[in-house]
């Protein structure tokens, strides 16, 4: 009897997993069909500033593309900007476009102060705009998931492509591919298995002063070599580094993760992990107390 409603629980947990995932692929799926070509529109008399001290003469140009990030005023800014990430994408966009694609920044936010210290500590200099009065999102009315608040714009500001292109690299691929018409495509290998044993770690009780450092292990159970694409996490105080970037058959991938605390309290942090394998993105975390 135990046996059979053990195996029921089972049953019951491996269908709400595989219904949450189909919910979730059906929502992005309408979230696309929704906003791919739609128009997006800009307020008037749009003041650019740098540092959020001192306005610029800067006006959105008529480039064959455009990319244009909506930072909204929930939750911690810091954690869903990564100015870190994105001064690495725009660089390699820089590298392959020739600074020809500007990064547009909308800030729906009141509280100057961290932004402000936001952009000094990232050393982020490019034009970003204040929008205290929400006037972006009251003309366009976008998703309330910061991953879909970023879109590649065609020259016509139509969306070509909606996603978060530092938060996801198969989003930056899509980026990058579309912009070049399929100049910059990467080389996708074919597809191996992997094993995680673990994919949550609990750092429990430390202090703010300490920075903390686990290993998570992939192995390769496939035929074929496995390659790290990269890994993005959910906040600048989580960063990344792995022992090697290709894993032959059998091998096994060691990913660091140090956690520097941002805060004080309860804390769940995330890393997608982008592989060669039908599951990737992996997605680890770790979680804790922090005194």
Sequence with gaps: MKQILFTLILFSIFFSCQSEQKEKEKHIALLVNEWQGKEIKFPKNLIFTRYLTDTIDFQIPQSEYKILVFVDSLGCTNCKLQLSKWKEFIAILDSTTGGSVPVIFFFQSKNFREIKYILKREEFDLPVIIDSNDELNNLNHFPNDLHFQSHLLDKNNCVKVIGNPVHNLKVRDLYLNTITKGGSEIHNPVLTTVDIPITEIDLGSFSKNETKEVDFIIKNIGNYPLFLKGTTSSCDCTTTESDR???????????????????????LRTVSVFINSTNSPIVLTITGTVR
Excluded at 246 to 266: A, S
């Design 245 to 267: 970037q290709q894993v032959p058959p059998k091998g096994e991938l060691k990913l660091t993760i140090q956690y520097k605390p941002d805060q004080k309290g309860d804390f």
